[in-house]
């Protein structure tokens, strides 16, 4: 096994602040009957809209004996009841960890233009195409634990044939992690996200607003870099596909599944970009595509729908190319080729 550097910064799903893994604090799983629980302001703090549980107690990881072991060390010696605990906690905001935090290659995306119960449905709907075919062509497999409303999670279906070589042999998980941006809120901060993602409907015509316009005030208030460009992954995806499938010809790419047997599919989603720009110029004219290619150079167009082809959201169906942006996604993070 390849050694973890000490210095390893991960970053907390909760909070964004980055830690050390010595730094991360243990939590004490003990009932309250063997080891009290504490009111902890902190977490509380943090969490104002979550139904506030009672925590264990927490308790730092700084021992000496802990640093020697620093590969092995999984659990920790409550100082109060002496039962062992391997639940670890953000320093800062005292979030409790998953289990395989320390193996998992998050992938925090920003998501721009969905209100959080469209963003909810997104994510369930993009989980089941995930999990009838696509993340097995794609060499992965949804990971069980992947229940929280705001993530996917995945696992190496074959760790040697994975073309991993960018990341540590022991991140053996890959989540995606969905964050509103609405503008209006602390994690607007474009820097903290490693992804993009757009939702706009398919317009009616003719155009009451420009979609683009909000996107612009948002890119110039929440980049730091003097020209204002985003260079992170940026997904723009019309989510209302089935407003245009009627008027499509029947032999025209977006009315075709994406076929991603082997890997991802360049050409395919490449053709479906190109379509979806041509849209975009045609609805919202030269200065959009403009702004796009200039602010968001690592762009790239999609579309999907949660009710297309059978005009209903199916049960057992998982839309149209629901997946196809965060396939992209993972392409761009070199987790699939
Ligand atoms: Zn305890
Ligand atoms: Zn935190």
New binding site residues.
């Given amino acids: 096994m390849i050694k973890e550097s000490i210095k390893k910064k991960y970053t907390c799903p909760h909070c964004f602040t980055k830690f050390t893994k010595q730094q991360a604090l243990f939590r ?1 799983q ?1 009932i309250p009957e ?2 009290d629980y504490e009111d902890d302001a902190i977490y509380t703090h943090h969490h104002p809209v979550s139904t506030i549980e009672k925590q ?2 927490l308790i730092e990881s700084q021992s000496q004996d802990f640093l020697k072991k620093f590969n092995e060390a999984d659990g920790q010696k ?1 100082d ?2 002496a ?1 062992v605990t391997e639940q670890r906690a953000c320093p800062t905001c005292h979030h409790n960890l998953d289990k395989g935090f320390f193996q998992t290659h998050y992938i925090h995306v920003g998501v721009i233009g969905a209100m959080t119960s469209q963003l909810s449905h997104f994510v369930v709907m993009a989980k089941q195409s995930f999990s009838e075919n696509l993340a097995h062509n794609l060499g992965l497999i949804i990971h069980p634990s992947s229940d929280k409303s705001l993530e996917i999670k995945f696992e190496r279906l074959e760790k040697s044939r994975s073309p991993l070589n960018k990341f540590s042999p022991t991140m053996d998980y890959f989540s995606f992690v969905f964050h509103g941006v609405d503008g209006d809120s602390n994690k607007d901060d474009f820097n903290l996200y490693d992804a993009f993602l757009y939702f706009l409907p398919i317009p009616t015509l003719p155009l009451k607003y420009n979609a683009f316009e909000a996107l612009m005030k948002l890119v110039h208030e929440s980049t730091t870099s003097k020209k204002r460009t985003v260079s992170k992954p940026f997904a723009i995806a019309y989510h209302s596909f089935e407003k245009l499938a009627s008027l499509l010809p029947d032999s025209n790419t977006l009315l075709r599944q994406t076929n991603y047997v082997g890997g991802y599919n360049a050409k395919d989603n490449l053709q479906i970009s190109g379509e979806m720009m041509a849209y975009t110029g045609a609805w919202y004219g030269a200065n959009t595509l403009h702004f796009i290619k200039r602010h968001l150079p690592n762009h790239q167009f999609f579309t999907f729908s949660l009710t297309y082809p059978n005009d209903q959201i199916a049960s057992n169906g998982a839309g149209w190319k629901v997946a196809d942006a965060l396939v992209w996604l993972l392409y761009q993070n070199k987790i699939v080729k």
């Fill in positions: 004490c003990s063997i080891c264990g107690r409550c109060l009841c039962h």
